[in-house]
């Protein structure tokens, strides 16, 4: 396909027009979309981040509590359990929650390097007629 679109450059001789092809529009939407990911993951990263810290600081009270059975929170309900059985459940809880963070992360430096490989095509071809630049 070889559908063009004509944009108007931002360039300093006024009234200059840039063709967008077909292709150049498909690594625009992709940029978007994988922007668009980098600031969901962003988000997610920072609520693992809490919960992995929650986690750790009720790991931190359950060991300085000196109760055998103390409450453990499941959903909106509290249950009384053994607390060597609490202990393990949150250490069960930490881990799973660092995994999932580390997997968000991987994801999260996959999308920079394709963003950043779609900048350099994007800014070769349109120069300042094109800001992927947030601000």
């Known amino acids: 396909m070889n559908d063009l679109i004509n944009v108007q450059g931002k360039s300093s001789s006024s009234g200059s027009e840039m063709q967008v092809t077909w292709e150049d529009q498909q690594n ?19 609520f693992a981040k809490e919960k992995c810290d929650n986690l750790e600081d009720a790991g931190n009270e359950l060991i300085l509590s000196d109760e055998e059975m103390v409450r453990f929170q499941i959903g909106e309900v509290f249950a009384h359990m ?6 393990t ?18 994801e999260k430096e996959s999308i920079v390097s394709q963003m950043a490989e779609l900048k350099k095509v994007l ?5 300042d007629s094109i800001n992927l630049e947030e601000d």
């Open 82 to 87: 053994p607390r060597e059985e609490v202990e």
């Open 123 to 127: 800014y070769a071809k349109f120069k």
């Open 89 to 106: 459940k949150i250490e069960e809880m930490k881990e799973a929650t660092f995994k999932s963070l580390e997997k968000l992360q991987q």
């Open 28 to 46: 625009i939407n992709t940029f978007s979309r994988l922007n668009n990911r980098f600031h969901e993951l962003e988000d997610d990263i920072k």
